[in-house]
């Protein structure tokens, strides 16, 4: 059997592409510790929020010394709480939620990113350092008024952070 030149040449450069794509995934889930979101957060039951002890007053809470906790109900076509607000230099956890469709969470410039699944729970975890605005918008179509489904993520500094209303300002 004959093989074209060319055919020998794009053959190994697939090959080659294939085990590069191969030992990038293996570097980023190895070397670099990315991880894929998935519901380790929990299940809940999206019809029965309001009788959550966490998703039925959505908000910030402090569980450590700069750590803190924010739970976020998603629903067409708002976050709950919106502002959220932290304090900087601290390590803030999400627990995102929907009560009615498929929603998407971003963190616009954080690594924060996850789709939102009525009935499970997505756990996300980043460090905020600066005092800072990010948009938090819904990437997933999730209806007519989805292009209005945005929010805000508001980190304050640490003197004017106020735990007691919750993080919303």
Not at 70 to 97: C, E, G
């Amino acid at each position: 059997m004959h093989i074209h030149q060319y055919e020998k040449l794009w053959l190994g450069m697939s090959l080659l592409l294939i085990v590069g794509f191969i030992a990038t995934i293996t570097y980023g889930a190895v070397g670099v510790g990315v991880s894929m979101v998935d519901d380790s957060g929990g299940n809940v039951d999206p019809n029965a929020l309001d009788e959550h002890p966490e998703f039925s007053d959505p908000g910030v809470q402090k569980v450590g010394e700069n750590e803190y906790e924010v739970y976020v109900v998603a629903r067409q076509f708002i976050f709950q709480p919106d502002p959220i607000v932290v304090p900087a230099n601290s390590t803030v956890t999400f627990y995102v939620t929907s009560a009615d469709v498929i929603h998407g969470f971003a963190v616009v410039g954080t690594n924060a990113n996850t789709m939102v699944i009525p009935g499970e729970v997505a756990e996300i975890t980043v460090e905020v350092n600066e005092p800072n605005e990010y948009g938090i918008v819904c990437h997933e179509y999730c209806g007519s008024g989805h292009h209005t489904m945005e929010g805000l993520l508001r980190v304050v500094p640490e003197g004017e952070y106020n735990a007691s209303d919750g993080g919303s300002q």
